[in-house]
């Protein structure tokens, strides 16, 4: 059988295979999205979360026509909170001090993956393959032979392996994942506070991992008392087994003690969904015609709220070469092309999967002088203002977009 033939084969439809469709949609690039799971549930990461977009993905999202859409699904994040449990002191970031309207973005999962699918099933340059899953990979001097489990074969010059921390595309190469189990597990879950968060995220450390509460967006039709709010709390795994458990009533109980009184009581619960935290960094961003992308290169524990902001710089970055490529007529998949797009990433990847790495260490250690030395360093971020604008710049994505 002759294999269809592409310039691009993205295997994985998540966030980040969909989005770096999307941002290729107006190339003259022949493409191919290949995803396992089916419709309508689209990519089984579409679930009730929200995910908290900062201010680079708002500008990536904005550049893609994307944000206009979902900006009124999205709830505004104009200020952060962040505190540990048993100790005073607390360290604020505000939208106002970076000289911004908003940190960031809280937007539920399905309002962006609905978004991006509807683009993309519309986008004149792509096949979309779903459910198809693929099943082996040949490479090529000159292209990969993707086979899929309908036995359908194709032929890319590049693909783009988007397809989560588990990565098929690279099992099938027998490369390598630097892994780290952390034995938490996060509890997703929504909850309703009696008081308005204000577009205030909280983030507090507990001695058994972080406990984090962000705004989520009210709808017009929706008469329920309270203000809806999404919560992650991680905690060790057999103790999120225990609280996942628990009665409604007892669970809003320990997680207001958790809390504290900020935001008065909570007042109602949504589904509980566990997910398991793991760390896996692929020793290799790139193979002979393959390159690596969002969780599939790095996957990170959702502490600071990293792992898509970071996926979607990817995106970013892989796009503006492979436009750039595309418009000089040259080879998606050659070499020296993927091993530039490696060599700028590398910097913006190894600060932020660091910077997360650490703050689950410091915060998930219940050494007495640690828990000390962290309680000074939120003091010491508070007070020192050139630490609190590095960790700013962080958190709102900047320093990955002029990597
Ligand atoms: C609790 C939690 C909270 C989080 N909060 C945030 C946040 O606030 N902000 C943030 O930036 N990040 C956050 N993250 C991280 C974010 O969810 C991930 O970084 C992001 O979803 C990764 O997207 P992806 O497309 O790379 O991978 P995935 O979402 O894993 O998608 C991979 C896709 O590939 C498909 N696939 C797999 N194998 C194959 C195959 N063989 N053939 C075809 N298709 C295949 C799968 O079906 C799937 O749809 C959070 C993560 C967790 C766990």
Redesign the pocket.
Known sequence: MQADRYDIAI????????SLALALADTPLRLVL????APPA????WDE??????DA?HQIFGRYGVWDALAPQTATITATHISERGRFGVTRFSAAEAGLAALGHNTP?RALGAELMRRVQAQSNLRFLCP????TLQLGEQTVELRLDSGEALRARLVVA???????VRQLLGYAAERRDYQQT?L?TAVRTQRDPAGVAYERFTPEGPFALLPKPRLADDREPGYPCSL?WTLPSERAEAMQALREAEFLRAAEDCFGERLGRFLSLGRRLP?P?QRSLAEQLTAPRVVF????AQ??H?VA???????LRDVAALAERLQACALAGGDPGEAAGLAAYAAARAADRQRTAEFTDRLVRLFSNRIPLLSGLRHLGLLALDLTPPLKESVLRQNLGHRGLTA
């Not at 295997?11 to 969909?18: C, E, H, N």
């Not at 992308?293 to 599939?296: D, Q, V």
């Not at 709220?305 to 996926?311: C, D, K």
Request: proline share 4%; net charge neutral; charged share 5%.
């Open positions: 295997v994985g439809g998540g966030l980040v295979g969909a290949i995803e396992a799971a689209s990519a089984p990461s979360r929200c995910i908290a977009l900062n993905s999962l198809a899953r693929l099943q988007a397809d989560g921390a588990g990565s098929a996060a997703v992650i997910h935290l992308c969002g969780n599939a996957s990170l959702p709220a990293q792992g898509f902001n970071l996926g």
